[in-house]
């Protein structure tokens, strides 16, 4: 039987529409792939070298189990936005007299074999080796130890699926990593000891290993139990339709005839997971200034700079303005058959987008604290991400022609994704940097960023007229646009 599930899931993708039209980006995306295990292959081998240069009075292994902890629940982390679950087209076969529980484990056993399974191996099988050759450990050690660990990715893999999309367990861990860090920074509390007494008993007691594997056969049978109450046709395989409650938007009603539209943008971004993830992503990114900025390594890349501010600041617009009008794609004919103005239309995605990027301008007001040069890069970008970004976002979506399913994930999902969203990293990221960079080489970094305000102000004085110009393309287009989101 897992040779016939085998088989059909080998038809399904080769024959499937996506396949045939993607085939570059699945090769490109099977090239990452290889690219990041290669990575976690040479993390694996010379991990222990690193460490043992960087950290001399220290040893390695006591580093690598101090903050083991951190890794099981990053893990975690990426498993919830990152892995996809296991589903195949189970439909089709709930009316033939196949046991629910040979496809129940069919489902689970595949996502053992997912990529965030195997990078686990990748990693820990050469650290492994390299610890018993290295005579630190025996290898009744050195396995209890890889076994355990083995364990608990596995065990990560099962309460993924658990927990899938649940986006309360997720900010409740994010709250918990967030506290703990910071608790540990300010020398509180430090989670380290106690996660170097936990990972270190697994090889100083191979007993312990037996809990590790407690843990992953009680998640694989709660698992179990969990897909196979979900496995009918009347429940959580069909369509579930539900009444939203609208929140209060009338506030919005003074920017006039825009209104409606941006109160319909704010409920589909509300309602729908793919441009409900904008938000995360925007929240995210608007927190990237801890890392880079007032950091020594980073303070000489002015490009660098350039590209963090005009994400920080740009986030939900370089977001959400790529698939403009993709958004829309599934009332889009509907959209286009009433008697309103193109101009409001895309005003109303471009106020939306102006009125995001000014919050998150404010709120990256006080990275000021690391000095007051920050201020100079973060209004060059708010700028240019509001006068430039915006018309160049709005106007190469008039050649957007892929559509989107709103209530699918944004992770490894590439619907949406065309020509148009790769070349707006050249406007959007490349014009800028170059200014910046060359008046830095020049010794003149403000008069770069100068430029990059003036731009964004010249963009905003002219706003009625790239407007104009960029409805009559939409029009010149509409009705090849239309035909694209139908197929």
Do not use: C
Not at 75 to 102: A, E, G, T, Y
Not at 125 to 131: A, G, R, V, Y
Not at 192 to 213: G, H
Not at 455 to 481: C, D, H, P, S
């Amino acid at each position: 039987m897992v040779i016939k599930f085998l088989q059909l899931e080998f038809k399904k993708f080769f024959r499937s529409s996506y396949w045939q039209k993607s085939i570059a980006l699945n090769i490109l995306m099977s090239f990452g792939a290889l690219y990041f295990l290669g990575v976690f292959l040479v993390l694996g081998i010379a991990g222990y070298m690193v460490l043992e240069k960087t950290f001399p009075n220290q040893e390695p292994f006591d580093i690598v189990n101090s903050f083991l902890w951190y890794g099981i629940i990053m893990d975690l982390s990426m498993r919830f936005f990152l892995q996809k679950m296991p589903m195949m087209n189970v439909k089709p076969l709930l009316v033939l007299p196949i046991k629910k529980s040979k496809m129940i484990h069919y489902l689970i056993r595949k996502t053992i074999f997912s990529f965030f399974n195997i990078y686990a191996f990748v990693i820990l099988i050469p650290f492994s080796i390299f610890l018993i050759l290295k005579g630190d450990l025996n290898a009744l050690q050195v396995g209890t130890w890889f076994f355990s660990l083995i364990f608990l990715v596995l065990t990560n893999n099962s309460i993924n699926v658990l927990i899938n999309k649940n986006d309360k367990f997720f900010i409740s861990l994010l709250s918990v990593i967030v506290v703990l860090f910071g608790l540990q920074y300010f020398k509180i509390f430090d989670i380290t000891i106690y996660s170097e007494m936990i990972f270190s008993s697994f090889y100083k007691y191979p007993i312990t290993v037996l809990i590790p594997l407690a843990l992953f056969i009680t998640s694989y049978i709660v698992e179990f139990k969990y897909l196979k109450n979900l496995l009918y046709l009347d429940k959580s395989l069909k369509k579930v339709t539900k009444d939203v409650d609208a929140a209060n938007l009338s506030w919005l009603d003074k920017l006039g005839d825009v209104a409606p539209f941006i109160k319909n943008d704010i409920k589909l971004i509300w309602r729908n997971k793919r441009p409900r993830s904008v938000l995360f992503i925007s929240a995210v990114l608007l927190g990237y200034g801890l890392i880079f900025v007032d950091n020594p390594k980073y303070s000489d890349m002015t490009f660098f700079n350039v590209v963090i501010y005009l994400l920080m600041t740009g986030a939900f617009l370089l977001n959400f303005g790529q698939f403009i009008p993709a958004w829309d794609a599934s009332f889009y004919k509907m959209l286009m058959s009433q008697n309103i103005k193109y101009e409001q239309y895309l005003n109303s995605k471009r106020y939306l987008m102006m009125m995001a990027t000014t919050i998150l301008f404010l709120l990256a007001i006080p990275y000021v604290y690391f000095g007051i040069e920050n201020l100079y890069y973060l209004i060059a970008a708010y700028l240019y991400n509001i006068g430039v970004n915006t018309f160049v976002l709005l106007f190469i979506g008039a050649y957007n022609k892929k559509k989107i399913e709103l209530g699918k994930a944004s992770a490894f999902n590439y619907q949406g994704t065309g020509l148009a969203q790769w070349l707006t990293g050249i406007p959007t990221f490349g014009l800028p940097i170059a200014i910046v960079s060359i008046g830095s080489l020049l010794g003149h970094l403000y008069i770069g960023l100068g430029i990059l305000g003036v731009l964004g102000i010249v963009g905003l004085i002219f706003q009625n007229f790239w407007m104009k110009k960029i409805a009559e393309l939409y029009i010149k287009r509409k009705y090849i646009t239309i035909q694209a989101f139908s197929n």
